[in-house]
Nanobody, 118 residues
Framework: QVQLVESGGGLVQPGGSLTLSCAASRSIFSGYVMGWYRQAAGKQRELVATVTSDGRTNYSDSVKGRFTISRDNAKNTVSLQMNSLKPEDTAVYYC????????????WGQGTQVAVSS
C-alpha cells in the first residue's frame, strides 16, 4: 500500500502561482507513474499531468505551458508547479500513484482544494 498526502492548496488570484506537493509513504523510485488529477464541481475527474520514474512528462492541453510536474524519488515526493492560474483551474487536485507491476494497483490521495478567484 502507498499512502499519498497532498498539500499546498488554497486561494489564489487569477494569474497567480501555486505549488502543490504530494508525499508518498514509501519509495516511488521505480515502478510507479505519478500524476496529478483534478475534479471541478459537477465535472468528472480529469488528468492534469503525469511523470514517469525516468522523468518523462505528459500534460493535459488545458495546462500545457502553465503547469510543471516533477518528482523527487529520493524524497518520495511529487510536485505540481502551477503558473498563470485561471478560474477554470478551480478544483480539488488529487495525487496519484499508478503501479506498473502486478497487480498494478492505483493509489490516490485525499485531495487538496485549489480556488482561483479575485
Amino acid at each position: 500500500q502507498v499512502q499519498l498526502v497532498e498539500s499546498g492548496g488554497g486561494l489564489v488570484q487569477p494569474g497567480g502561482s501555486l505549488t502543490l506537493s504530494c508525499a508518498a509513504s514509501r519509495s516511488i523510485f521505480s515502478g510507479y507513474v505519478m500524476g496529478w488529477y483534478r475534479q471541478a464541481a459537477g465535472k468528472q475527474r480529469e488528468l492534469v499531468a503525469t511523470v514517469t520514474s525516468d522523468g518523462r512528462t505528459n500534460y493535459s492541453d488545458s495546462v500545457k505551458g502553465r503547469f510543471t510536474i516533477s518528482r523527487d524519488n529520493a524524497k518520495n515526493t511529487v510536485s505540481l508547479q502551477m503558473n498563470s492560474l485561471k478560474p477554470e483551474d478551480t478544483a480539488v487536485y488529487y495525487c496519484n500513484a499508478d503501479s506498473r507491476t502486478w497487480p498494478r494497483p492505483s493509489y490516490w490521495g485525499q485531495g487538496t482544494q485549489v480556488a482561483v478567484s479575485s
